[in-house]
């Protein structure tokens, strides 16, 4: 048997002291968090209202609904679900087709290779940061005071809190752009938007693509929640039959809503492969 | 000038590449004009079915600016800005129902998270323990996030009863969903090595998860929570609009009921509130990060 020799821990204690001695203020900052944060949630159970009567009484009450849920049965009203369904599909693919063409000038504008210049390019971000900060649902409550109730007003509303999202995304890929086949196309005697079309935007296409795909796929389910505040699709069923107690109706509709969402997903990740896919390779 | 020398091809040899370039260009731009085509008729086809009517937006688009300019117009005809008190009359109030707000996403982002961080060594290829715990799993959480956080408000509100409760319990179980499947990525991007270490001493599945997955990951763990809970403050803010707590509530009665300069000062306090958030998160998270790398 071989020996392995143990240093000795006085020694080691002598040789490392931050190791082995460490101030008070670190090893007590980790306790003091978690009781600041356990502090902060115990508080917030009691402001918010939360006892273990409510708790009880609502969780018998959830048992009951998700009873009375089973089996899904749309009743007589499955046409008029399928073409809600259509319409929230059409709402996400048109919002968000309408926010990336929208955005993509934009963050042009907003990229750091293209306008070097901070004081133009600081109120665009935070132009489209304030865009972003506000929910897609209080737009459509905007939109539906300008074009009224419908699934009009739910495209334009996710069309502009997209907007703010997909510029700041699509500035990022096109800062994230390789300069060197911009200043190959500058070589060759490119203007300003030949080194855009031909060096930049083969570049970054293909993962503007991708985000843009994704976001029709997490559209769909905003899609369908615009529609509680009356702004048409699927969502306006899914309140309407909450609100009346049609629990069979109601998981019907979520069923119908995770299903169209599982599709999408699908498609979308086969239509990303095939755009991003070979490029990958390459 | 120096002249550099281009040899050339010889012309038959030329050719075929040349036919070659051109097929492939060619293929491309078919490939290219069938999908445009694609999905402009898709684009139609959607227009169609979400009752697009062009004209609307044209004739009632001067609506949506003179919306802006209604809701940054007081009472008396004047701009918001040139009287801040009146503008801002209800700050009291909204302060404290944004604060409602925030303790909603706190609180429904840190329990999600819990169980999130419970749930998720189960469903990770790498640390599951059987793979039918793992599909029932997964499949749990697909469910908690495909479903809108804002659809389980509206039932919760039904059992739970009027109230911020509805809102946290929505938060949560839409949480568990998108930070477990955050978590669960992340366990299966991990080093074996250390788990295998830990097992050869004999220790059990909580052993090996606590002291060989948990130090890998809890950096980004800690990462995805922070940006969860700044995405659960955007969502806890329109709660109120199916009566789950919050400011959402006294933000619809605004819409709804045309009191427009209170429209603009409440979204200022979100998008401000929202602000604060952002930049606290990422803070936070710049130092966790640093942290690890110091140490």
Partial sequence: MTKVSIPEPEGLRARYPDVFERPASARLAWPLMLLVALAIFVFGLVHLGFSPWRMLNGLHQLGWITLMMLPPNPGSSLPTYLHALGETLSIALLGTTLAAVFALPVSLLAAKNIVPSNIFRFPIRRFLDTIRGVDTLIWALVWINVVGLGPFAGVLAIAVSDFGALGKLFSEAIEGADRKQVEGIRASGGNALHEIRFGLMPQVFPVIAGQ????????????????????????LQLAEQIRVLEWQKVSFLILMVLIAVAVIDWISSKLRFAIIGPRAVV | MTTTAVS?????????????????????????????????????????????????????FGHFVSYFDRILTLDDSHRVWTNIPEWLWGWRKWS???????????????????????????????????????????????????????????????????????????????????LGKQYAEMVENIDMKPVEGVRSTGAGWISCMRFAVLPQVAAGFASYTLLRFEINVRS??????????????????AIRKFYYSDVSAILLMIILTVFVIDIGTGWIRGRLFGGERRS
């Fill in chain 2, 236 to 253: 806890a803010s329109v709660m109120g609009f199916v009566g789950a707590g919050g400011i959402g509530l006294e933000l619809i009665t």
């Fill in chain 1, 212 to 235: 843009v795909l994704y976001f029709i796929e997490s559209n769909t389910r905003s899609a369908t929640i615009i529609g509680i505040v009356g702004a048409g699709g699927i969502g």
């Fill in chain 2, 96 to 178: 404290l129902l944004l604060g409602e707000t925030i303790l909603i996403s706190y609180v429904g982002t840190l329990s999600g998270a819990v169980i999130g961080f419970a749930l998720n060594f189960l469903a990770a290829e790498n640390t599951s323990p059987g793979p039918w715990t793992r599909f029932t799993i997964k499949r749990l959480m697909e469910f908690c996030r495909t479903v809108p956080d804002i659809v389980f408000a509206l039932i919760f509100v039904i059992a739970f009863g009027l109230g911020p409760m509805a809102g946290v319990l929505a938060i949560m179980i839409h949480s568990i969903g998108a």
């Fill in chain 2, 8 to 60: 050339i091809l010889p012309g038959q040899q030329l050719a075929a590449l040349n036919e070659a370039y051109g097929k492939a260009v060619a293929r491309r731009r078919l490939r290219f004009t069938l999908a445009t085509a694609v999905f402009c008729t898709a684009l139609i086809i959607a227009a169609i079915g979400a009752d697009v009517n062009l004209r609307t937006l044209f004739t009632y």
